[in-house]
């Protein structure tokens, strides 16, 4: 009898610590998944970074000579549109090497030159390129070779503002023997907007649509897509660092929309 007691006993201290054992097991398995849970539910906040895209060497370019082009359809009456885009073709953006050997944006070709000159391979082997000592006596030089010959004489009785006649005049001329020369110029016209340059000499009210007259000192702008400081800069002959004084600016980066004050 005795000895059934102590058997009684043994099992009911084994039957104890057994279900302690399986409630830590069970208490540990629910803190664990809760722990889960939570890194599961709650993740960390990321800080999240945005960078500004640079602009391409196309747009570098545009923003470069944009002025010097709208400078020559004052004096020329050529299209600066047409003026920049088939600066940007000829050029390569003002990369290939005519343009950085020679500051010879626009391809003309020796016929008769007395200046400098350089030889590349064209539409024959290291043919003759004129050769200039600035980018901007390119410029000039491509308006006094469309408005100093004959077979070009047609292309002023267009439209200043017609950019598409006039794309389409350059190759009837005898400009390009590339037979697609009408759609890339106007392709580039239109996707970088060039056309907003003709307007300004034109005097369009189109181009500054958005120009509000603040004060005698102040004209507040929309900022447009394409628009940087320093094409504002450059448009309404001030500075970069004018305009970012006035509009407590910090960085050079602006946004579609955005309203800034321009010093006039």
């Keep these: 009898m005795k000895a059934s007691r102590i058997i009684l ?32 539910t709650e993740p960390e906040a990321k800080e999240t970074v945005t960078t500004t895209k640079p602009p391409s060497s196309t747009e570098m370019y545009i923003e470069e000579f944009a002025e ?7 004096t020329a009456k050529i299209p600066a549109s047409i003026t920049l885009a088939q600066g940007i073709l000829e050029s390569g953006s003002g990369r290939g090497r005519l343009a950085v050997e ?4 626009f391809g ?24 200039y000592n600035r980018a901007e006596s390119s410029y000039r030089d491509h308006s006094e070779f ?9 292309l002023f009785r267009l ?5 598409k006649a006039w794309a389409k005049g350059l190759k009837a001329a005898g400009y390009a023997t590339d037979r697609k020369y009408p759609q890339k110029l106007i392709s580039l016209i239109e996707r970088y907007e060039l056309y907003r340059y003709d307007a300004e000499v034109l005097g369009s009210d189109s181009e500054d649509k958005e120009l509000v007259k603040v004060n005698s000192g102040v004209l507040r702008y929309i900022v447009e897509r394409g628009d940087t400081l320093y094409s504002l800069a450059k448009r309404y002959k001030t500075t ?12 050079n980066n602006l946004a579609l929309g955005q309203e800034l004050m321009i010093p006039n």
């Design 240 to 251: 970069v660092e004018a305009i970012k004084e006035l509009n407590n600016l910090t960085t």
């Design 159 to 163: 439209k200043p503002g017609d950019y």
């Design 68 to 74: 010097i082009a709208m400078r020559q359809m004052r």
């Design 108 to 131: 003309i070709k020796c016929h008769g030159w007395k200046g400098a000159k350089i030889y590349h391979d064209d539409d024959r082997s290291q043919e003759c390129f004129r050769k």
């Design 146 to 154: 469309l408005t100093g010959r004959k077979r070009y004489a047609n």
């Design 102 to 105: 020679a500051n010879n944006h």
């Design 9 to 40: 006993c043994v099992w009911a201290v084994l039957f104890a610590v057994s279900c302690g054992s399986k409630k830590n097991a069970v208490n540990k398995k629910n803190k664990t998944k809760e722990v889960i849970d939570r890194t599961t």
